[in-house]
């Protein structure tokens, strides 16, 4: 089975600081990798996109690949109270076929973000 | 904005009833997505559509059944509710060519008793 996993925290670090995020995957064949942030109460919301080994960089967010290892993560920078959120790793299994297809979400890191 | 609007922010079914969760979205998205969240399980996706009448079966479909008789318009189905099925019920859509951006409406949080 495909799995997607996540530590649940909560991940607690002080404003200014940068919050680490990690999730690793269990299939090797997985193409696509998406962080979604979902405050307390509300929907997920797509904060970032990265499909190539590496590092992909937005404003304060920086997305991690490493296929090899099988691992993505998310680097906060500069964290903010506002910051603090439940963070969902999401995993395409597969080619995009250009229609629908199928994202496995991680459980969720809730980070806490400490004046 | 897009909007996805759910029906019901909070519902309390019996047992055995029928249930109907509707879900509308206005920015003419082809894919609709139903997802259902459960602490410790995350979000698991029940079943999708990427066309009118077109339907697939997520990871969980058991128990599920959904209806696209129009574009804007996603239904999820309980058959026969079970306390199983208590849980945070949420609704997406998405544009073809950024399908994994899924834009998720409310939430509608269903109590089986």
């Known amino acids: 089975q495909k799995e997607v996993e996540q530590n649940s925290g909560p991940l607690s670090v002080p404003e200014g600081a940068i919050a680490s995020l990690n999730c690793t995957y269990s299939?090797?064949?997985?193409?696509?990798f998406f962080w979604y942030r979902q405050y307390s109460g509300k929907s997920p919301e797509l904060i970032m996109s990265?499909?190539?080994?590496g590092d992909k960089e937005d404003g304060r967010f920086t997305a991690q690949l490493n296929k090899a290892s099988q691992y993505v993560s998310l680097l906060i920078r500069d964290s903010q109270p506002s910051d603090s959120a439940t963070y969902l790793c999401a995993v395409m299994w597969g080619l995009n076929t250009g229609t629908a297809s199928k994202l496995t979400f991680g459980t969720g890191t809730r980070l806490q973000v400490t004046l | 904005d897009v909007k996805v609007t759910q029906s019901s922010r909070y519902l309390v079914k019996r047992t055995g009833e029928k249930v109907f969760l509707e879900c509308v979205q206005d920015?003419?998205?082809?894919?609709m997505f139903w997802y259902r969240q459960d602490p410790g399980l995350g979000l698991r996706l029940i079943y999708f559509?990427?066309?009118?009448?077109?339907?697939e079966k997520g990871d969980i479909p058991e128990g599920y059944s959904v209806s696209r008789e129009k574009k804007e318009r996603f239904s999820l189905i309980l058959e026969s509710a079970s306390t199983n099925q208590t849980s945070m019920y949420l609704c997406?859509?998405?544009?073809?060519?950024?399908?994994?951006?899924?834009?998720f409406g409310q939430g509608t949080r269903l109590t089986v008793v």
């Open positions: 559509s990427y066309d009118v009448k077109m339907k």
């Open positions: 920015m003419d998205h082809e894919n």
């Open positions: 990265i499909y190539s080994n």
């Open positions: 299939d090797r064949g997985s193409q696509s």
């Open positions: 997406a859509s998405s544009e073809p060519r950024r399908w994994f951006e899924a834009f």
